[in-house]
């Protein structure tokens, strides 16, 4: 195997690894909102050029979640983005379309931190 192929690996490997630990960050973040009485809508949702990692029912309202991994909860608050932000709002634009009260559906958007011993902090109304 040659040394490229090698390193083309070792990032597949990577990426693959910060796939799992994603995943796992979102559905622990899940389980939480859901111990709040909170019900899933969507995971994953992509629509109108935004990705929303979880969006929630709570009671009438719409909670969109953005979960951020990383080895502390201050590098992965530096992972939330402006492009990032623009992104989410415009798909919850597309979401919010689909509900009976379209826009005027009460709505917020929550920023989850995970840390790499699985802690988390949920930023209410982060952005």
Request: glycine residues 10%; proline residues 2%.
């Amino acid at each position: 195997m040659t040394e490229a192929e090698e390193r083309t690996m070792r990032k597949a490997e990577r990426g693959r690894r910060a796939w799992h630990a994603g995943a796992a960050a979102e559905e622990s973040v899940e389980r939480l909102y859901l111990r709040q009485g909170l019900t899933v809508a969507a995971r994953r949702w992509r629509k109108g050029g935004g990705e929303i990692d979880l969006i929630l029912r709570d009671g009438d309202g719409v909670v969109f979640v953005e979960v951020k991994q990383a080895p502390d909860f201050e590098r992965a608050a530096a992972r939330v983005t402006e492009r990032q932000i623009a992104r989410i709002h415009a798909g919850a634009a597309h979401f919010l379309a689909g509900e009976p009260k379209g826009e005027l559906t009460p709505c917020r958007f929550d920023v989850a931190l995970v840390n790499a011993t699985g802690e988390t902090r949920i930023l209410e109304s982060a952005f």
